[in-house]
Structure formats: structure tokens, C-alpha cells
């Protein structure tokens, strides 16, 4: 007598269950990852192999560079409630008063170059207006006109006021200069840090790789 021969179908997965995973860590990625800012004065960092990470809170950016053919400087602060103090506080020393929605809108921008009397028409643009190639005239340091050396007693004096209240201990100071830039640039800042007594800073450099032996 023959035999049957049975037919033997393809085996086939159900791949649902993992396609619903799939998308659901996709999805999740997307809603927690944090986007990152565009830089409002870009600069090539000097090459270094040190790799040193910079703290994600308490850090103050000074970044040197030219923007439009001129030397400029921008100022970082990475706490939202530091810059929402420290603009406070640069109102009253000047006696420049900004509103309320002007207010909130700086305390999102984390890095600026625009003289005092200039802030307000900058604080009103949109990010990406904002951030073009020469809008912002960078922050006065002149012998006349020093408002960086102003932001920088502010915002270690804001700082000061809310240590008193959580204990966030001193800020940490970090000078981005372009690997490009003149040095006396570079020393400007230091001079204006070490005036007030901040000795201890860091300078943000770009990985190379380390020679081989």
C-alpha cells in the first residue's frame, strides 16, 4: 500500500507582538530625548585628548569666536533659574526693565550675545532668527563698557542667593574659545574671571586621537 505523503506547509511567525515593542521603544526615545540646541556663536574647539566631562548643572559657558568678521563673546547658563535671576538682578543694575514674557522667553534661551540695551529686541526674536550670522553684536567687554564682567558678578551673586536656599554650591566657568582665535581674546576673559577671584576654569577643547606609541 503507498504512502501518504503529507503536505508540509512553511512555517510562519507572528511578528505583531514584536513590531508593538519595537514601536513602543521607538516612541519613547522620542518623547524623553532631549533635542539639542543650536549654538548661537559656532567655534571650532582646540584639539586635545583629555576627556573630561562637563558638569550638566551649575556651568557657565564663555564662548570666543568670530561672528561676521568679528571677535565676539556669548554667554551660556545650563540652570533656567539661574538665568531667570541673574536677568533680574541685570535690570536692576542698569535700570533696564523687561516684562514679564520677556522674562520667561530668556529664561529658555540658554546662551546669549547682545548688549544690555540690545536684549530685549534679541529676546523677542524666534531661535532660528535669533542664531544667524551677525544679529547678535556679542556682549561689551570693554575698559568702558565691561557687561560681561556685570554677568558674571550677577550670576554668581543669583547663584549665591539660592545656595542660601538648596545648597547648590559654587558655579563652574568654562571658556569655549575657537581654535582659531588670538589669544589676547582668550586672555581678556581669564583677566575678567581671575578680577573676581575665579582661578579655577575649564577650556573646552574637541577629542583627537591619542599618537601611537
Same mark, same amino acid.
Given at each position: 500500500?503507498?504512502?501518504?505523503? *503529507?503536505?508540509?506547509?512553511?512555517? #510562519?511567525?507572528? @511578528? %505583531?507582538?514584536?513590531?508593538?515593542?519595537?514601536?513602543?521603544?521607538? %516612541?519613547?526615545?522620542?518623547? *524623553?530625548?532631549?533635542?539639542? =540646541?543650536?549654538?548661537?556663536?559656532? /567655534?571650532? +574647539?582646540?584639539?586635545? +585628548?583629555?576627556? %573630561?566631562?562637563?558638569?550638566? *548643572?551649575?556651568?557657565? *559657558?564663555?564662548?570666543?569666536?568670530?561672528?561676521?568678521?568679528? !571677535?565676539?563673546?556669548? @554667554?551660556?547658563? &545650563?540652570?533656567?533659574?539661574?538665568?531667570?535671576? +541673574?536677568?533680574?538682578? @541685570?535690570?536692576? &543694575?542698569?535700570?533696564?526693565?523687561? #516684562?514679564?514674557?520677556?522674562?520667561?522667553?530668556? $529664561?529658555?534661551?540658554?546662551?546669549?550675545? $547682545?548688549?544690555?540695551?540690545?536684549?530685549?529686541? /534679541?529676546? &523677542?526674536?524666534?531661535?532660528?532668527?535669533?542664531?544667524?550670522?551677525?544679529?547678535?553684536?556679542?556682549?561689551?567687554?570693554? #575698559?568702558?563698557?565691561?557687561?560681561?564682567?556685570?554677568?558674571?558678578?550677577?550670576?554668581? =551673586?543669583? !547663584?549665591?542667593?539660592?545656595?542660601?536656599?538648596?545648597?547648590?554650591?559654587?558655579?563652574?566657568?568654562?571658556?569655549?574659545?575657537?581654535?582659531?582665535?588670538?589669544?589676547? =581674546?582668550?586672555?581678556?576673559? @581669564?583677566?575678567?574671571?581671575?578680577? =573676581?577671584?575665579? !582661578? !579655577?576654569?575649564?577650556?573646552? %577643547?574637541?577629542?583627537?586621537?591619542?599618537? &601611537?606609541?
Amino acid at each position: 500500500m503507498a504512502k501518504i505523503k *503529507t503536505r508540509k506547509n512553511a512555517a #510562519s511567525i507572528d @511578528m %505583531t507582538a514584536m513590531c508593538d515593542v519595537a514601536f513602543l521603544l521607538l %516612541t519613547f526615545f522620542i518623547l *524623553t530625548a532631549t533635542a539639542k =540646541q543650536p549654538e548661537a556663536l559656532p /567655534v571650532v +574647539t582646540p584639539a586635545s +585628548t583629555v576627556q %573630561t566631562k562637563l558638569p550638566e *548643572t551649575g556651568l557657565i *559657558t564663555l564662548t570666543v569666536g568670530k561672528d561676521a568678521d568679528k !571677535n565676539k563673546v556669548f @554667554m551660556g547658563i &545650563k540652570d533656567r533659574d539661574i538665568r531667570a535671576s +541673574t536677568l533680574k538682578l @541685570m535690570e536692576d &543694575k542698569y535700570g533696564i526693565k523687561f #516684562s514679564p514674557e520677556e522674562s520667561a522667553q530668556f $529664561a529658555l534661551i540658554e546662551e546669549f550675545g $547682545a548688549p544690555m540695551q540690545d536684549l530685549s529686541s /534679541v529676546i &523677542k526674536m524666534k531661535s532660528a532668527d535669533r542664531n544667524k550670522t551677525g544679529v547678535q553684536a556679542g556682549i561689551p567687554l570693554d #575698559s568702558l563698557n565691561n557687561q560681561l564682567k556685570d554677568w558674571i558678578y550677577t550670576v554668581r =551673586q543669583a !547663584n549665591a542667593d539660592m545656595d542660601l536656599i538648596d545648597k547648590r554650591g559654587q558655579l563652574n566657568f568654562a571658556i569655549k574659545g575657537d581654535a582659531q582665535q588670538e589669544y589676547p =581674546q582668550i586672555r581678556k576673559i @581669564m583677566d575678567i574671571l581671575q578680577d =573676581q577671584d575665579i !582661578n !579655577n576654569f575649564s577650556l573646552v %577643547t574637541g577629542l583627537r586621537a591619542r599618537p &601611537k606609541n
